[in-house]
């Protein structure tokens, strides 16, 4: 009875930590989707693969190992870029820095 017992919790802790790498995953997966719905903001100007064209290419753009650089331009904008910090929430924009640095984007080949 005791080692029943014991035995459904185990079940059940497994059962969590499932629920949790599940849910985990569910979540990057989320993030991937929102983080490509938005670069549509900036395909415009940096290529729908990131390739570049009226601004610099951001596949294979070493800046992007600069998070706060990366942020700044973002947010801040430029005399040429145009400022997202207001339009764009703090999450959207971590979403959108992570698909740049994802395969995807960096799949472009110059
Ligand atoms: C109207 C055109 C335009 C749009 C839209 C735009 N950008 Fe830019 N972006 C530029 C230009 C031009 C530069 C280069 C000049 C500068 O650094 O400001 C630039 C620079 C950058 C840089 C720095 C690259 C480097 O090598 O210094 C990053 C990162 C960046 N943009 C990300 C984005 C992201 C992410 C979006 C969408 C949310 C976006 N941009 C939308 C025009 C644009």
């Known amino acids: 009875m005791d080692r029943e ?3 459904e919790g185990r ?3 497994i059962a969590l930590m499932l629920g949790a ?3 985990t995953q569910d979540a990057a997966a989320a993030g991937d989707a ?4 938005l ?3 900036c ?3 940096h290529g729908r693969s990131g390739e570049g064209g009226f601004a610099p290419a951001l596949a294979h753009n070493p800046h992007l190992a600069d998070p706060r650089y990366v942020l700044s331009k973002i947010r801040r904008g430029s005399a040429v870029m145009p400022p997202f910090g ?3 929430t703090g999450r959207e924009i971590a979403a959108v820095v992570a698909f ?3 395969p995807e984007l960096q799949a472009h080949r110059p």
């Open 34 to 37: 929102l983080g490509r719905a």
């Open 100 to 102: 740049l640095r994802s």
């Open 5 to 7: 017992v014991a035995g």
């Open 21 to 23: 790498l599940l849910t």
């Open 86 to 88: 207001e339009q764009l």
């Open 43 to 45: 395909a415009p100007c």
């Open 11 to 13: 079940r059940s802790i």
């Open 39 to 41: 670069y549509t903001n």
